[in-house]
């Protein structure tokens, strides 16, 4: 027996990412098609991976997020990253897509940077280094 299907990312540009979600009957939350939705999120934010996946990531407008988050899923973050990474920062970032926000809209461009860039200049050191190097403030 296989799992649940993964379901495909919509991309930045997508209209349903800058929709405010509509609310769910909780009539729906039982029904066999909303646990579906539920499965196919988890495996879709696992495969991805991923701590959390809002419903309008896949396409779904609705106020629907998943999340999951502990040891197992932290990889090689040193303990800094950790604490920064606190599972209310997690909830923030889906409640904002559930809103029609990207993390975009919040981001200071300048601290913008490839995934080589990152590796090469500032993975392992403090936020602080990149906002002072880059002429930016943390908030």
Same mark, same amino acid.
């Given at each position: 027996? *296989?799992?649940? !299907? #993964?379901?495909? %990312?919509v991309e930045c540009g997508d209209p349903v990412l800058r929709r405010?979600?509509?609310p769910v009957d909780p009539a729906e939350l039982g029904t066999s098609e909303f646990q579906l939705l539920i499965a196919q999120m988890r @495996?879709?934010? %696992? =495969? @991805?991976?991923?701590?959390?996946?809002a419903a309008p990531q896949v396409g779904v407008p609705i106020q629907l997020a998943v999340l999951? !988050?502990?040891?197992? $899923?932290?990889g090689q973050l040193t303990e800094d990253? $950790?604490? =920064?990474?606190w599972a209310a920062r %997690?909830?923030? /970032?889906? #409640?904002? /897509?559930? $809103?029609g926000r990207l993390y975009l809209d919040r981001v200071e461009t300048r601290s913008l940077c490839? #995934?080589? *860039?990152y590796g090469r200049l500032w993975a392992g050191r403090?936020?602080?280094?990149? @906002?002072? *190097?880059?002429?930016?403030?943390l908030r």
């Amino acid at each position: 027996m *296989s799992g649940p !299907d #993964v379901l495909p %990312i919509v991309e930045c540009g997508d209209p349903v990412l800058r929709r405010p979600a509509e609310p769910v009957d909780p009539a729906e939350l039982g029904t066999s098609e909303f646990q579906l939705l539920i499965a196919q999120m988890r @495996a879709t934010m %696992i =495969a @991805a991976p991923g701590v959390g996946l809002a419903a309008p990531q896949v396409g779904v407008p609705i106020q629907l997020a998943v999340l999951q !988050d502990g040891p197992e $899923r932290w990889g090689q973050l040193t303990e800094d990253e $950790r604490t =920064a990474r606190w599972a209310a920062r %997690i909830v923030q /970032h889906e #409640v904002d /897509h559930l $809103r029609g926000r990207l993390y975009l809209d919040r981001v200071e461009t300048r601290s913008l940077c490839t #995934v080589g *860039s990152y590796g090469r200049l500032w993975a392992g050191r403090p936020a602080e280094d990149a @906002a002072a *190097s880059l002429g930016f403030t943390l908030r």
